[in-house]
T-cell receptor, first 112, second 113 residues
Framework: DAKTTQPPSMDCAEGRAANLPCNHS???????VYWYRQIHSQGPQYIIH???NNETNEMASLIITEDRKSSTLILPHATLRDTAVYYC?????????????FGSGTQLTVLP | DAGVTQSPTHLIKTRGQQVTLRCSPK?????VSWYQQALGQGPQFIFQ???????QRGNFPDRFSGHQFPNYSSELNVNALLLGDSALYLC????????????FGDGTRLSIL
Protein backbone atom coordinates (compact mmCIF):
# COMPACT_ATOMS: atom_id res chain seq x y z
CA ASP A 1 0.00 0.00 0.00
CA ALA A 2 1.14 3.54 -0.75
CA LYS A 3 2.73 5.60 2.02
CA THR A 4 0.94 8.72 3.28
CA THR A 5 2.29 11.95 4.75
CA GLN A 6 0.29 14.12 7.15
CA PRO A 7 1.18 17.15 9.28
CA PRO A 8 1.69 16.07 12.91
CA SER A 9 -0.69 18.65 14.35
CA MET A 10 -3.25 21.32 13.44
CA ASP A 11 -5.51 23.71 15.33
CA CYS A 12 -8.96 24.88 14.29
CA ALA A 13 -11.42 27.33 15.85
CA GLU A 14 -14.74 25.91 16.95
CA GLY A 15 -17.42 26.44 14.30
CA ARG A 16 -14.93 26.88 11.49
CA ALA A 17 -14.08 24.33 8.80
CA ALA A 18 -11.16 22.03 9.53
CA ASN A 19 -9.16 21.07 6.44
CA LEU A 20 -6.78 18.15 7.00
CA PRO A 21 -4.32 17.44 4.17
CA CYS A 22 -2.77 14.13 3.18
CA ASN A 23 -0.10 13.43 0.62
CA HIS A 24 -0.05 10.03 -1.14
CA SER A 25 2.08 10.70 -4.19
CA UNK A 26 2.80 7.00 -4.89
CA UNK A 27 -0.84 5.92 -4.91
CA UNK A 28 -1.82 3.29 -7.47
CA UNK A 29 -4.94 3.16 -9.57
CA UNK A 30 -6.53 0.40 -7.47
CA UNK A 31 -5.93 2.04 -4.09
CA UNK A 32 -8.62 3.79 -2.09
CA VAL A 33 -8.08 6.64 0.35
CA TYR A 34 -9.59 6.06 3.80
CA TRP A 35 -9.88 8.44 6.73
CA TYR A 36 -10.25 7.36 10.33
CA ARG A 37 -10.07 9.30 13.55
CA GLN A 38 -9.26 8.23 17.07
CA ILE A 39 -10.52 10.08 20.09
CA HIS A 40 -8.47 9.50 23.22
CA SER A 41 -8.99 6.05 24.77
CA GLN A 42 -11.35 4.90 22.02
CA GLY A 43 -10.92 2.72 18.94
CA PRO A 44 -10.44 4.31 15.51
CA GLN A 45 -13.68 5.56 13.99
CA TYR A 46 -14.27 5.32 10.25
CA ILE A 47 -15.03 8.69 8.64
CA ILE A 48 -15.07 8.40 4.86
CA HIS A 49 -13.32 6.80 1.90
CA UNK A 50 -13.01 7.37 -1.84
CA UNK A 51 -11.26 6.28 -5.01
CA UNK A 52 -11.12 9.31 -7.30
CA ASN A 53 -14.35 11.26 -6.98
CA ASN A 54 -15.09 13.67 -4.18
CA GLU A 55 -17.20 12.11 -1.45
CA THR A 56 -19.48 13.54 1.22
CA ASN A 57 -21.32 11.99 4.11
CA GLU A 58 -22.88 13.19 7.34
CA MET A 59 -19.51 13.52 9.02
CA ALA A 60 -17.20 15.04 6.44
CA SER A 61 -16.19 15.65 2.84
CA LEU A 62 -13.24 14.09 1.04
CA ILE A 63 -11.60 15.99 -1.78
CA ILE A 64 -9.16 13.98 -3.93
CA THR A 65 -7.03 15.84 -6.45
CA GLU A 66 -7.36 14.91 -10.11
CA ASP A 67 -3.93 13.22 -10.17
CA ARG A 68 -4.91 11.41 -6.90
CA LYS A 69 -1.58 12.29 -5.29
CA SER A 70 -3.16 14.16 -2.41
CA SER A 71 -6.46 14.57 -0.61
CA THR A 72 -8.13 16.80 1.96
CA LEU A 73 -10.59 15.83 4.65
CA ILE A 74 -13.00 18.64 5.45
CA LEU A 75 -14.99 18.87 8.67
CA PRO A 76 -17.39 21.69 7.76
CA HIS A 77 -18.19 23.02 11.24
CA ALA A 78 -15.68 21.71 13.75
CA THR A 79 -16.78 21.18 17.35
CA LEU A 80 -14.76 20.46 20.48
CA ARG A 81 -15.75 16.80 20.13
CA ASP A 82 -13.84 16.65 16.82
CA THR A 83 -10.55 16.93 18.72
CA ALA A 84 -8.79 13.66 17.81
CA VAL A 85 -5.95 12.07 15.86
CA TYR A 86 -6.91 11.80 12.19
CA TYR A 87 -5.39 9.05 10.07
CA CYS A 88 -5.20 9.05 6.28
CA UNK A 89 -4.71 5.51 4.93
CA UNK A 90 -4.27 4.20 1.41
CA UNK A 91 -5.23 0.62 0.79
CA UNK A 92 -5.41 -1.79 -2.11
CA UNK A 93 -8.77 -3.42 -2.54
CA UNK A 94 -8.29 -7.12 -3.10
CA UNK A 95 -9.26 -10.32 -1.37
CA UNK A 96 -5.80 -10.86 0.05
CA UNK A 97 -4.69 -7.39 1.13
CA UNK A 98 -7.11 -5.86 3.53
CA UNK A 99 -4.95 -4.76 6.44
CA UNK A 100 -4.83 -1.07 7.32
CA UNK A 101 -1.40 0.52 7.66
CA PHE A 102 -1.60 3.44 10.06
CA GLY A 103 0.94 6.24 10.11
CA SER A 104 1.32 8.81 12.87
CA GLY A 105 -1.73 10.83 11.83
CA THR A 106 -2.60 14.47 12.50
CA GLN A 107 -3.57 15.62 15.97
CA LEU A 108 -6.44 18.05 15.39
CA THR A 109 -7.21 20.33 18.31
CA VAL A 110 -10.45 22.32 18.09
CA LEU A 111 -10.15 25.48 20.16
CA PRO A 112 -13.10 27.21 21.86
CA ASP B 1 -27.25 -2.90 15.74
CA ALA B 2 -24.29 -3.65 17.99
CA GLY B 3 -20.90 -2.65 16.71
CA VAL B 4 -17.64 -4.43 17.42
CA THR B 5 -17.39 -5.47 21.06
CA GLN B 6 -14.24 -6.45 22.91
CA SER B 7 -13.63 -7.97 26.32
CA PRO B 8 -12.25 -7.34 28.80
CA THR B 9 -11.76 -3.57 28.64
CA HIS B 10 -8.75 -3.62 30.94
CA LEU B 11 -6.39 -6.37 32.03
CA ILE B 12 -3.29 -6.53 34.20
CA LYS B 13 -0.84 -9.41 33.86
CA THR B 14 2.72 -10.16 34.91
CA ARG B 15 5.67 -11.13 32.75
CA GLY B 16 5.61 -14.72 31.51
CA GLN B 17 1.87 -15.13 31.85
CA GLN B 18 -0.55 -15.85 29.03
CA VAL B 19 -3.61 -13.79 28.05
CA THR B 20 -6.71 -14.26 25.89
CA LEU B 21 -8.64 -11.31 24.47
CA ARG B 22 -12.05 -11.63 22.84
CA CYS B 23 -13.86 -9.89 20.01
CA SER B 24 -17.38 -10.05 18.60
CA PRO B 25 -17.64 -8.54 15.13
CA LYS B 26 -20.26 -6.15 13.85
CA UNK B 27 -23.39 -7.96 12.70
CA UNK B 28 -23.02 -9.18 9.11
CA UNK B 29 -19.21 -9.02 9.06
CA UNK B 30 -17.16 -12.16 8.33
CA UNK B 31 -13.56 -10.97 8.73
CA VAL B 32 -11.75 -10.02 11.93
CA SER B 33 -8.42 -8.22 12.17
CA TRP B 34 -6.34 -7.55 15.27
CA TYR B 35 -4.11 -4.54 15.87
CA GLN B 36 -1.69 -3.54 18.61
CA GLN B 37 -1.40 0.14 19.56
CA ALA B 38 1.48 1.22 21.79
CA LEU B 39 1.16 4.49 23.63
CA GLY B 40 1.57 7.47 21.30
CA GLN B 41 1.71 5.39 18.12
CA GLY B 42 -0.71 4.33 15.41
CA PRO B 43 -2.19 0.82 15.44
CA GLN B 44 0.00 -1.96 14.04
CA PHE B 45 -1.56 -4.93 12.20
CA ILE B 46 -1.13 -8.29 13.94
CA PHE B 47 -3.22 -10.71 11.84
CA GLN B 48 -6.52 -11.27 10.11
CA UNK B 49 -8.99 -14.16 10.24
CA UNK B 50 -11.52 -15.23 7.66
CA UNK B 51 -13.37 -18.55 7.42
CA UNK B 52 -11.70 -19.60 10.68
CA UNK B 53 -8.21 -19.39 9.21
CA UNK B 54 -5.39 -16.87 9.58
CA UNK B 55 -5.19 -15.18 6.18
CA GLN B 56 -2.57 -12.50 6.68
CA ARG B 57 -0.04 -11.70 9.37
CA GLY B 58 1.97 -8.66 10.31
CA ASN B 59 5.45 -8.59 11.82
CA PHE B 60 4.61 -10.22 15.15
CA PRO B 61 6.24 -13.29 16.77
CA ASP B 62 4.59 -16.68 17.15
CA ARG B 63 3.76 -15.81 20.76
CA PHE B 64 0.79 -14.03 19.21
CA SER B 65 -1.85 -16.44 17.97
CA GLY B 66 -5.54 -16.32 17.28
CA HIS B 67 -8.69 -18.16 16.52
CA GLN B 68 -11.95 -17.47 14.74
CA PHE B 69 -15.13 -19.33 15.60
CA PRO B 70 -18.00 -20.38 13.30
CA ASN B 71 -20.04 -17.38 14.51
CA TYR B 72 -17.16 -15.11 13.29
CA SER B 73 -16.09 -14.07 16.78
CA SER B 74 -12.39 -14.19 17.47
CA GLU B 75 -9.75 -14.54 20.17
CA LEU B 76 -6.24 -13.19 20.40
CA ASN B 77 -3.81 -15.16 22.55
CA VAL B 78 -0.44 -13.91 23.71
CA ASN B 79 1.98 -16.29 25.46
CA ALA B 80 5.06 -15.55 27.56
CA LEU B 81 4.09 -11.92 28.08
CA LEU B 82 6.82 -9.28 27.94
CA LEU B 83 6.77 -5.77 29.34
CA GLY B 84 6.73 -4.53 25.74
CA ASP B 85 3.39 -6.23 25.13
CA SER B 86 1.71 -3.51 27.19
CA ALA B 87 -0.60 -1.80 24.70
CA LEU B 88 -4.15 -1.24 23.52
CA TYR B 89 -5.30 -4.25 21.52
CA LEU B 90 -7.90 -3.40 18.89
CA CYS B 91 -10.22 -5.67 16.99
CA UNK B 92 -11.71 -4.61 13.66
CA UNK B 93 -14.35 -6.37 11.59
CA UNK B 94 -15.30 -6.09 7.94
CA UNK B 95 -16.65 -7.94 4.96
CA UNK B 96 -14.04 -9.93 3.09
CA UNK B 97 -14.90 -8.47 -0.29
CA UNK B 98 -15.40 -4.95 -1.55
CA UNK B 99 -14.23 -1.55 -0.43
CA UNK B 100 -16.32 -1.18 2.70
CA UNK B 101 -14.37 -0.03 5.74
CA UNK B 102 -13.21 -1.92 8.78
CA UNK B 103 -15.03 -1.04 11.98
CA PHE B 104 -13.12 -1.01 15.25
CA GLY B 105 -13.98 -1.82 18.82
CA ASP B 106 -12.72 0.30 21.70
CA GLY B 107 -10.01 -2.19 22.52
CA THR B 108 -8.57 -4.00 25.50
CA ARG B 109 -5.95 -2.12 27.50
CA LEU B 110 -3.32 -4.69 28.55
CA SER B 111 -0.77 -3.74 31.19
CA ILE B 112 2.18 -5.99 31.97
CA LEU B 113 3.86 -5.63 35.36
Amino acid sequence: DAKTTQPPSMDCAEGRAANLPCNHSTISGNEYVYWYRQIHSQGPQYIIHGLKNNETNEMASLIITEDRKSSTLILPHATLRDTAVYYCIVRVISGSARQLTFGSGTQLTVLP
Amino acid sequence: DAGVTQSPTHLIKTRGQQVTLRCSPKSGHDTVSWYQQALGQGPQFIFQYYEEEERQRGNFPDRFSGHQFPNYSSELNVNALLLGDSALYLCASSLRRGSQPQHFGDGTRLSIL
